[in-house]
């Protein structure tokens, strides 16, 4: 074994002594990484293409939100909203007009996020919707995800995520995924909102039938029921739409993001809403020590601008339709199905992914099986063409033409 593998063994090794196993990574250390391409320790270069599940649109480690992180941390990280900041009032306004929505709740994680729109439907279900205290019913959908929390993982339909944890909090129920019958069905005079994923991605990016989110929509507003959209992934451009629901021309109650809202340097999320929905907030009744803290409301607020500065919109929705075109030329008797949109991309397999995501590793491409399997492929936005021929290359090489 050469010296420098086994500099990756002992890095391994370390992090299986030390951490907690609740997660099965490759076994590539990374050391450093710039735009689309991750360095291991022993320098070897691969292409991300799981882009930290999507918190990375803009690319590793992208200068000019560097710039704003480390002007700002120089100045003030962290205040409390104890007091005021000079950030958060600018970071808010920015993204509510982004979403065409009137205010802002910023928090840190996606799971918190998410807990805070729960949170919110909640208590607009009883003060504006008339629902008898601790009544509330949110429909949610099978093989969600929307993070890790004990209330999220409560009404989770995968087993892993559960197994262990209870009890659960009562109060929401289950239809399946782009049943539009079933969520009519589900809606009673306690249901207060649906809270949905426009593409399931981490059930394997799962995409729902053509017109699912605007027949959903309706049914929510004839209803009085909220329409609460977890974009912590679709959104900020990935799925080729700014949010996935333009590509039905939806505006939810809420939009729920995360992940790129920082583009990877720092985690910032945020319940971005309707006036009346956010009006439910008043103080005490919620809050974060961090959440919308200056440091991260100037990083978010950068990483915003580079989505729109270097259109990485258009170029999600360009690349990701030449993207797929491309993969959908392999023909390998274990690919199912290519889907995607955007430069949310997907192959289907009939077996385990995890032996070809091995495989794309050793010709220096990662991706990360979802749900057993499924590849998701997910560049940074900002990858360019050439480096995605090179990958399409790679492709080729494992699936065959
Ligand atoms: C990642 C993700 C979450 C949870 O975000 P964390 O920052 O990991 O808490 C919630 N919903 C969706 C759709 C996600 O992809």
Redesign the pocket.
Known sequence: MSQVTKKTDEFIALEDRWGAHNYHPLDIVVERAEGPWLYSVEGRRYLDCLSA??AVNQGHCHPDILKALTQQAARVTLTSRAFRNNQLPVFCKKLASLCGLDAVVPMN????A?ETAIKAARRWGYHHKGIATDRAEIIVCENN????TTTIVGFSSDSGSRQGFGPFAPGFVSIPFGDVEQLEAAINSNTCAFLV?PIQ??AGVRIPPDGFLREAAAICKTNDVLLLL?E???GLGRTGRMFCADHEDVRPDAF?L??ALAGGFY?V?AVVGSKELIGVFDPGSHGSTYGGNPLGCAVALEALQVIERQKLVARSAEMGEWLLGELSRLHNSAIKEIRGRGLMVAIELHELARPYCEQLKEQGVLCKETHDRVIRIAPPLITERSDLEWAVDKFDKVFGV
Do not use: L, M, N
């Open positions: 599940y999507s994680t996606g799971a918190e998410v995800f929307h993070g890790r994923e991605c981490e977890d912590i992934q679709t729920i995360g992940k985690p999320s």
